[in-house]
């Protein structure tokens, strides 16, 4: 068994060796379409990457250490432990996640894990569900921008949240035998603890401030570094007619359309979801819930552009990147499923309906964006604190209740 492991990676490694030799080949070749490849990598990264997640990057680094995420994590714990196994921290986590999209969401476990605020399987459970994708980029790049319908926009986005939180639901059972703390559920003496906690870091808020910022840059240009890697690969593998190779052979072994356009997107979207989404949406197949579907597994997927990143977060955190991507094949998997279930449920012209109301901005200049998505940001914080002193009170009346009686 050991000398097949060896084999496999001995053989994988002679591949990649292959496939940089090729890039570095191409790249000499033909320098204009590659260095136009990068270009567009990085205005993609600049004028949408950056503006959208900078501002979550830097809260969510602000609020984990001035110990707000601990008072959330603390009152949300009963919700998320039945539901999902894994403690009040994944409240959070998934908030950030479905708001700010990929991969918001695997760098807050990587850093919770890391910081032992979870185990190892905690995070791994957390993992298969709170690595989604964001609404700005269902509703504006792919609904607006690559299919021009609005109205399409819950058509992505749902069956995409309903994937998420059918993974969490799937993989609480994952290492459910791994025995993982309960945190004490005396909310005054939590409090108590956490502040006392702050008390003795003594932290200073220009010195919080300073290293969230730092850190959050940092993210956010190994994220850029991913675009652009990603971008000459796929316009390499075009140029050469790989793709269009890989297109047709799978063509003839699985005839689920005559489209060859729509295999070019599988594959392009296999490596790089926004590439794959826009092939699809361009392809000339008539059956838009077919395109539906394929746009919602290739979103539920994310792409091995994503993987790269989401590895990059677990490194250190031990957590296992091959469940993670069985879970996002999964995801996807069931995000297409869940779209055929609401088209033969005729819920389409609900879905139009809903989509109306729905106001969304084709061509948002930076500032813009950078505004809107913090406003959106500060909006979840304020739900989600709303959310866990509820429950605090809920807690206490319930508590109160099995006193007197």
Known sequence: MNYIKKYINNIGYIFIIIFLIYITITLIVYPDKMIKASIDGVDT??????????????????????????????MLEPFMRPLFNVPG??????????????????????QLTNQKKISIYEGQRLLSFCSTSGPLFMIGAVSVGMLN????????????????????????????????????????????????????KKISIGKVLNNSVNDSFKTILLIGGFIILYSVIIEALNISKIIDLISYVLMKIIPFSQNKDV??????????????????????????????????????????????QVATFMFESKIKMSIYILSKFLQGVFASLFTIIILKLNLFNLSISVAKNLVFEKNMSF??????NTKIFIFIIIITLILSVINLLIFKAISIFKKEY
């Open 45 to 74: 990264w600049f004028y949408t990457v950056l503006p959208s997640l900078l501002p979550f990057f830097i809260i969510s680094e602000l609020l984990m250490k001035l110990g707000v995420l601990d008072f959330i994590s603390l």
């Open 89 to 110: 921290e994944g409240s959070f986590t998934f908030a950030m996640s479905i708001t700010s999209g990929y991969p918001v969401g695997a760098k807050l476990v990587s």
């Open 149 to 200: 319908s609005q109205a399409l926009a819950p058509l992505i986005a749902i069956p995409h949240y309903l994937s998420a939180i059918a993974m969490g639901l799937l993989f609480k059972y994952y290492k459910v035998d791994k025995k993982t703390p309960y945190k004490n559920k005396n909310y005054k003496y939590n409090i108590k603890k956490i502040r006392k906690y702050r008390q003795i």
């Open 263 to 308: 295999y070019k997107g599988l594959i392009a979207g296999f490596i790089e979801v926004t590439n794959g989404c826009k092939l699809i949406a361009e392809s000339n197949a008539q059956n838009i819930g077919f395109k539906l579907c394929l746009i919602n597994f290739l979103i539920g997927w994310s792409g091995l552009s994503i993987h790269s």
């Open 367 to 372: 500032i813009n964006l950078f505004v809107k």
